[in-house]
């Protein structure tokens, strides 16, 4: 490409990530202003200050809110993983009578708004005294259409896989539980990354469930700790709920930074053959 066309072209690209860069911007410039310049013009605070970014942790348990979110997203990827990958590899190569209406009726969990499910499970979950717990919060996710997307995703991978992978493997001796874990696993890294960043930023996410299963203050998760930064007046204190929110978004960022390529070549892959 010429010059020109190379200047014009990442000008159009500048001017396409103001929508995108700017409320990222003005999130985190916003969290150092008093709470009387939030809805100023300026791009910048006209004085810099670390108060509301220590009035967060003096408001809120927000250290532990943070573990809460941090361990149970972790959990809820882990277990997600590996329902996933072993239904989605049961459905792509292990052929059995009435598979694809059986793989019908899980894709038919994408359709149901966990709105309408969330009175019957909650009235489940309140039978077993798990509520204000944080298994709801786990065991939901990993078992519900968070899992059952997984489960397609790496179900559309595992169909890609050629035949010939298998019958090598099993000439040499290889099970069906062995080629899984040595042979079809490892090849499954994208599809696995892919998975790993959508189901940890949908718990990482979480708001519905966490305001209906959880009222102990020191339980709450993130997304309904940030709402409960207010004055004795019941008052929005934005500058400290903006530091809080950068605060929230920086594990985002570094699990999209660190995993962008497995997600993209995930998505990918997940597309060539259906």
């Not at 052929?95 to 359709?111: E, I, S």
């Not at 099993?170 to 189901?199: E, K």
Request: proline share 8%; net charge positive.
């Amino acid at each position: 490409m010429s010059i020109k066309t190379k200047l014009f072209l990442y000008g159009t690209l500048l001017v396409l990530c103001v929508p995108f860069v700017f409320p990222t911007w003005w999130m985190i410039t916003s969290s150092f202003k008093p709470n009387a310049e939030i809805f100023s013009p300026s791009l910048l605070p006209s004085s810099w200050s670390l108060e509301p970014w220590r009035q967060v942790f003096e408001m809120q348990p927000f250290a532990q809110q943070y573990w809460n979110s941090a361990y149970i997203a972790v959990v809820v990827t882990a277990g997600t993983l590996v329902v996933a990958s072993m239904a989605g590899y049961a459905f792509a190569r292990i052929r059995f009578p009435g598979q694809n209406v059986l793989f019908l009726v899980v894709l038919v969990g994408l359709l149901i708004p966990s709105e309408v499910t969330i009175v019957p499970l909650f009235r489940i979950f309140n039978s077993l005294g798990l509520v204000d717990t944080h298994w709801p919060l786990i065991l939901v996710p990993m078992l519900g259409p968070p899992s059952v997307l997984a489960t397609f995703i790496m179900r559309q991978f595992f169909i890609t896989l050629p035949g010939e992978l298998e019958e090598a493997a099993r000439m040499d001796g290889l099970g069906r539980p062995a080629i899984f874990r040595r042979i079809a696993l490892p090849l499954a890294r994208p599809a696995l990354g892919a998975v790993a960043i959508f189901t940890f930023l949908h718990s990482w996410n979480l708001y519905l469930e966490p305001v209906v299963y959880i009222s102990s203050q020191a339980k709450y998760t993130l997304p309904q700790a940030l709402t409960q930064f207010t004055d004795a007046y019941q008052g929005q204190l934005w500058n400290v709920q903006l530091s809080a929110a950068s605060m929230t978004a920086i594990p985002v960022l570094i699990v999209f930074v660190i995993a962008q390529r497995q997600f993209i070549e995930g998505l990918a892959h997940t597309g060539l053959k259906g």
